[in-house]
């Protein structure tokens, strides 16, 4: 198990006593200091004082457990309007939604893309990505699959109409 489903694993129980969804989790290591990032959302979204309350609780949980050995700073964040992915049932809940998907390693040599979920099936997400063709200069929509263990980071790309 990763660093960061352990940690989700250990502070769920927690956050969602509290009230709150547990969206995800984010450990950025770093040598000097390392960051704990916890991302948390209800009905109605979070504000400034859900995130201390949600703080004061899973700072209690991790001076107990004490999972990380080295030091870190502890961030309570909401998702934000470019909400990361983190669970193949993230993906399903955004069917239609445009992301922005980084792989561990490239798909014929890409690594990065960008367009708008179809389906999610078997831990695959199809994606509906604009290819361009040299024969018209024009732009043409292709579907992409991609493979959810191939996934390094996934976000939600804002869209205002």
Not at 5 to 14: G, M, Y
Not at 96 to 112: A, D, S
């Amino acid at each position: 198990m990763q660093k960061n489903e352990k940690l989700t694993a250990l502070l769920a129980p927690t956050v969602n006593d509290l009230g709150y969804e547990l969206v995800g989790v984010a450990y950025h290591p770093n040598s000097v200091n390392a960051l704990l990032r916890v991302y948390i959302d209800k009905e109605g979204g979070v504000n400034l004082d859900d995130c201390m309350a949600v703080n004061r609780q899973v700072s209690a949980v991790l001076d107990v457990e004490d999972p990380i050995a080295s030091k870190y700073t502890l961030e309570i964040s909401s998702p934000g309007l470019d909400r990361p992915l983190f669970s193949l049932s993230d993906f399903e809940k955004f069917i239609g939604k445009q992301v922005k998907i980084r792989l561990t390693r490239p798909i014929e040599r890409q690594r990065n893309f960008k367009g708008r979920i179809q389906s999610v099936a078997e831990e695959r997400i199809v994606l509906a990505v604009e290819k361009s063709t040299k024969a018209q200069d024009s732009e043409q929509l292709a579907e992409q699959a991609l493979h959810f263990n191939d996934i390094e980071s996934a976000r939600l790309v804002p869209e205002f109409d």
